[in-house]
Structures are given as C-alpha cells and as structure tokens.
C-alpha cells in the first residue's frame, strides 16, 4: 500500500523558512519521481517543484532560487526547503508520485505565512 504523510507545515512570519518533509512508504523510492504541489484558499493545485530519482530537479517560476526539493533515498523520504516565504504562498503543500500509472497523494501540511 503506497502512503505519503507530509509534515512541517505551520506558522512562518513573511520572509521565514520551513522545511517540508514527506515520509513514503509502499514504493520503490529510489526509483520514484517525486513532485511537490500546493493549493492556496480557492485556487486550483499547482506544481511546485519535481525531483527525478536521478536527482534532477525543476521549479515552478515563482520559487525558482528559493525553494529546494531533495530527496533522502535511503530513508525514504522527500524533502522541500522553502525560504523568503511570502503572503501569497499561504496553501496547503503536498507530495505526489505515480506508481503504475496511478497518481499517489498525502494528505497535505499547512503553511501559514503571516505578515
């Protein structure tokens, strides 16, 4: 049974960092290409960054050279640094696979940027 939980969402002032993390379970992780996403209050969800199980990685523009998405192949685990944090990136965050053609979801964390 494949499982995403995301964690370390939260509170962070404008202009402050968290980290996001996404424990997997029930996939070859090594292999898996691994996506973050956010949805924001009343907006549709939108792709955030990709990492490939080579460890390449891409970046919605609004991000681009301050969020980073890694991967800890050993644990398991998906990662997504987000710093300079705006008002604006308020949403739920989430990481997604696809496993045989079925797209795998977490439930998501919460980010709340306040001012």
């Known amino acids: 049974q494949v499982q995403l939980v995301e964690s370390g969402g939260g509170l962070v002032q404008a202009g402050g960092s968290l980290r996001l993390s996404c424990r997997t379970s029930g996939i070859a992780f090594k292999y898996a290409h691994m996506n973050w996403y956010r949805q924001a209050p009343g907006k549709p969800r939108d792709l955030v960054a990709v990492?490939?199980?080579?460890?390449?990685?891409t970046y919605a523009d609004s991000v681009k050279g301050r969020f980073t998405i890694y991967r800890d192949n050993a644990r398991s685990m998906l990662y997504l640094q987000m710093n300079s944090l705006g008002l604006e990136e308020t949403a739920d965050y989430y990481c997604?696979?696809?496993?045989?053609?079925?797209?795998?979801w977490g439930r998501g964390t919460q980010v709340t940027v306040t001012s």
């Open positions: 990492i490939s199980n080579n460890g390449s990685t």
């Open positions: 997604r696979t696809t496993r045989r053609s079925r797209n795998f």
